[in-house]
């Protein structure tokens, strides 16, 4: 049997050899195809069963995957092989070889297929009859071979999201059948080679995401059939060339992220539309965002009726023609330009999803009819609107992200928002009062209204916004205390009332934050966030690029992070969790069960009226960087636990009246500035270079080599048994981390 086989293989050999090594003729008949077929599957490792039944015992033309005319191969649809992926690149370039013999192929898909290496140099001068090549999605590098060039039958070349470097070869322009382009995410460099205009059957020419420079071609106005042009993410210089106009059939022009500049290319300088316009019917996305373009908002593209446009980060400036807001208008996004003026009537814009206009110096109040536009986005922040009444948006059904921060708006926080609404930022306004009713928002998962005047109580009702991931209030001028109900908040992971007149004590039920207590998973998933059904944003991957711009603008989460306020990218914020009380009027004791909150990176409660002594169970704080304590009353000794926080990088305690050693070890070896721990009533210990005497330094803790120490009260001055039971005692009537179980068992979740 095994002899048999063997002899089956030394006959297959034979054939093969026979093929390729004694009839060197131009031709390579079906059996000499399917010879080059076996190679290929020998060399490509076909494991999984369909391809298994590539064998010599049947005919070429039988294997699938495979299409043949008149008994030769002419099709080989390869692409996405999954067990190819795995592990990644194990297939190298030279499975490509064998092909080079299949002279008749007309179509080559081998696309994402993790296959890595050089192109061939010499074998797709064979392959003169290809009509579409999709190598896409593998890790092929070096530069392109010159032969690839000379395939003048070639309708499809797409060779996206590979490594290849070097030019692209003015040769280019030879390729005259082509329709499709696909050179986009590759490194290739230098300048769009000006023979490239001459391909006049293309319809779609991707060269995003590469490092191309110089100047687009000024003839790009001749490829007349292009439908989809995407040059984004390059390093193109220049302006565009007026000759886009000339594009008739454009659909998708995506220019963004480049180094263009200049006025925007506009033929209504002399108040004259032009012709084209009027047979510019279907231009649907437009995205020259992140260039350098001058100029006013063209009135050309106000009354072209696209869909989809992204101009913002350029230097536009003027007001707004009212005719951009059509009906067919989806998505508007001008941001970080140098607009002014009103917002115009928009009420015809009927169709419109997303309005960004964030970081220009529009004015004017806010138009009433906003609310007749089913919008999902609204983010109108970083201008000087005002007014001191906002529009109803209850009717805006599907509202989910209103950001109208920084802007001059005044008086009462209209509660009108839809019930829908996930994110809402008023910060930086001058409102005066805060949302009296919040119950309805059941969807809320970020309320910002800090840096506005709002006076009065916190509200009970924002207890009842159980969903709210992020609360900041900072900068107010709130009155009262932090209500009880604050626990219902179970997901809150970051809540900012700093610099407000907050007075009484910090609840104790803060311990239950769930959102702190667990490391905090992605708050927004924007997958479920952008989960409309909404097929005009769907339209040629036009959604994932919209979700780069809605990250990149709903940007309002600043906190006071290590000192200095910052702005957080809601991309960062797994795994994040804050609480900031510092500068208010609080008074009392710290709260123990604070202890509980383990997922704490920044724990400030600096500036109040706080007294006691540091519970030693911040020490449980595991992941905290940063604990501020300063300018307080706060007595007793600094808890030895501290010394656990490996985390930590900023430890303030200064101005109040502790004493006794600073605890040593880790972390707390290295917080050696003195004015952290300036103005106390006898600190000592290397860290400020102040000996400690015998009797100053504290009674010696239990020893913290359990993890249930979380009960330990320092400085206990009396004997160890019976600080152990007070300590006991204490937590079980006074600290609501009751919680022995309840920390424990949350440590218990973890392990
Ligand atoms: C072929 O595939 C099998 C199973 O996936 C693997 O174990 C083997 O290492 C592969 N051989 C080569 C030469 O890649
Ligand atoms: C060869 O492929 C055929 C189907 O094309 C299949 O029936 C046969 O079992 C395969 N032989 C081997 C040895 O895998
Ligand atoms: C091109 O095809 C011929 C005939 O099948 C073959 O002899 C030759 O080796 C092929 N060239 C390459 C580079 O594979
Ligand atoms: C291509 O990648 C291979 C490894 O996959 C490497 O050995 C080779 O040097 C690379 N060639 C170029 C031109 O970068
Ligand atoms: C191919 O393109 C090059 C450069 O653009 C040109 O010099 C050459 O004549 C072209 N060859 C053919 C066959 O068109
Ligand atoms: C573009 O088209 C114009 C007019 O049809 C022609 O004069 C010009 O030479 C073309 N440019 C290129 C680079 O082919
Ligand atoms: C647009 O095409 C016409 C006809 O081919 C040509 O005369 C005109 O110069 C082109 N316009 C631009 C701006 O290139
Ligand atoms: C705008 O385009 C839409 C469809 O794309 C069409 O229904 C509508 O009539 C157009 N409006 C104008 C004013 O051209
Ligand atoms: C809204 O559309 C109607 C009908 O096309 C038109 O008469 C009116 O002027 C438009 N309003 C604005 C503000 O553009
Ligand atoms: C709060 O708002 C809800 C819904 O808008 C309403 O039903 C309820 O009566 C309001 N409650 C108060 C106290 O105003
Ligand atoms: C707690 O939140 C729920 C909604 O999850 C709400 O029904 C309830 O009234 C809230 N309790 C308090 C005390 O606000
Ligand atoms: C805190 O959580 C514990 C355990 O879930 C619970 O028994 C206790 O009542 C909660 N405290 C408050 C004030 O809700």
């Known amino acids: 049997m095994a002899k048999l086989l063997s002899l089956l293989i030394m006959f297959i050999l034979f054939i093969f050899f026979f093929f390729f090594f004694f009839t060197p003729t131009l031709s390579c008949p079906p059996e000499c195809q399917k010879q080059a077929l076996l ?54 370039s030279t499975v490509l070889t064998p092909l080079f013999h299949i002279r008749t192929l007309t179509y080559l898909d081998l696309s994402y297929n993790g296959i890595r290496g050089e192109l061939p140099r010499d074998g797709f001068a064979n392959l003169s009859k290809l009509v579409e090549l999709d190598l896409s999605g593998n890790n092929f590098n070096g530069s392109l071979p010159s032969l690839l060039f000379q395939l003048r039958f070639l309708q499809v070349l797409d060779m996206e999201d590979n490594s290849f470097h070097g030019n692209i070869p003015p040769e280019i322009g030879n390729m005259t059948k082509l329709s499709g382009l696909g050179f986009g995410n590759n490194n290739f460099f230098g ?137 067919n208008l989806h998505l508007l996004s001008l941001s970080r330009n140098n607009f002014y003026g009103k917002l115009p009537d928009i009420s015809n814009a009927t169709g419109l999803v997303a309005l960004m206009l964030d970081g220009n110096n529009f004015s004017g ?97 924002i207890c009842q916004i159980s969903t709210l991931h992020i609360l900041i209030l900072r900068n107010n001028s709130l009155q009262g205390s932090i209500p009880d109900c604050i626990f219902n908040l179970t997901s809150l992971q970051i809540l900012d009332l700093s610099t407000n007149h907050l007075v009484g004590k910090i609840p104790t039920n803060l311990g239950n934050l769930t959102g702190m207590i667990e490391t905090p998973g992605e708050i927004f998933s924007f997958g479920h966030f952008y989960n409309l059904e909404n097929e005009v944003l769907d339209l040629l991957g036009f959604w994932n690029k919209a979700k780069r711009v809605l990250s990149f603008n709903t940007h309002d989460l600043i906190v006071n992070w290590k000192m200095s306020i910052q702005g957080l990218s809601f991309d960062n914020l797994k795994g994040y969790s804050l609480l900031d009380l510092s500068m208010n009027q609080l008074s009392g004791e710290i709260p123990a069960s604070l ?157």
């Not at 099709?75 to 194990?90: A, C, Q």
């Not at 439908?227 to 659909?251: F, K, V």
């Open 39 to 92: 190679q290929f599957a020998s060399l490509a490792n076909f494991t999984d069963d369909e391809l298994k039944s590539w064998n010599s015992s049947s005919d070429g033309c039988l294997f699938p995957f495979v299409e043949c005319s008149s008994s030769n191969v002419v099709e080989i649809h390869l692409g996405d092989v999954s067990p190819w992926r795995r592990p990644w690149g194990v297939l190298t």
């Open 191 to 327: 300048e769009i080679p000006t023979s490239i205009v001459s391909l006049k059957e293309l319809r779609a020419l991707g060269l995003s995401s590469n490092s191309l420079s110089l100047e687009i071609p000024i003839d790009f106005g001749n490829l007349s059939n292009i439908r989809l042009l995407d040059l984004s993410y390059n390093s193109l210089t220049g302006t565009i060339p007026s000759s886009i106009q000339n594009l008739t059939e454009l659909y998708y022009l995506d220019f963004r992220n480049n180094l263009l500049s200049g006025e925007f290319p506009s033929c209504g300088l002399e108040g004259k539309i032009p012709d084209w316009i009027s047979t510019q019917k279907t231009l649907g996305y437009l995205d020259l965002s992140e260039n350098q373009l001058e100029g006013m908002f063209p009135q050309w593209l106000a009354e072209m009726n696209v869909s989809s446009i992204n101009l913002s980060d350029n230097r536009l400036t003027g007001s707004l023609p009212p005719q951009l807001f059509g009906s």
């Open 365 to 461: 109040k806010l138009p009433k009819f906003i609310s007749n536009i089913d919008l999902f986005l609204l983010d109108l922040s970083n201008n000087k609107f005002s007014s001191n009444t906002l529009p109803d948006f209850s009717s805006n059904e599907d509202l989910r992200i209103i950001d109208l921060s920084s802007n001059e708006f005044s008086g009462e926080i209209s509660t009108n928002f839809s019930q829908k609404t996930l994110f809402l930022s008023l910060g930086k306004n001058k409102f005066s009062s805060f949302p009296r009713n919040l119950t309805h928002m059941s969807n809320l998962k970020y309320l910002g209204i800090h840096d506005n005047k709002i006076t009065g109580e916190l509200s009970n009702s």
């Open 595 to 751: 202890g509980c909150l383990k997922a704490l990176k920044i724990f400030n409660i600096s500036h109040n009226n706080l007294f006691g002594r540091i519970p030693a169970n911040l020490g449980d704080l595991e992941n905290l960087e940063s604990l501020d304590l300063s300018h307080n009353n706060l007595s007793g000794s600094i808890p030895q636990s501290i010394a656990k926080l490996l985390q930590l990088t900023i430890f303030y305690v200064s101005n109040n009246k502790l004493k006794g050693k600073i605890p040593e070890g880790s972390q707390m070896d290295t917080m050696n500035d003195p004015n952290s721990y300036a103005n106390n009533s006898g600190l000592c210990g290397m860290q400020i270079q102040v000996p400690c005497s015998e009797h100053l330094s504290p009674t010696k803790p239990p020893e913290l080599k359990s993890k249930e120490t979380w009960f330990s009260w320092e400085g206990v001055e009396i004997g160890y048994a019976v600080g152990f039971f007070v300590a006991v005692g204490i937590s079980y009537l006074s600290n609501p981390c009751k919680t022995f179980n309840y920390c424990s068992q949350q440590r218990r979740q973890r392990v």
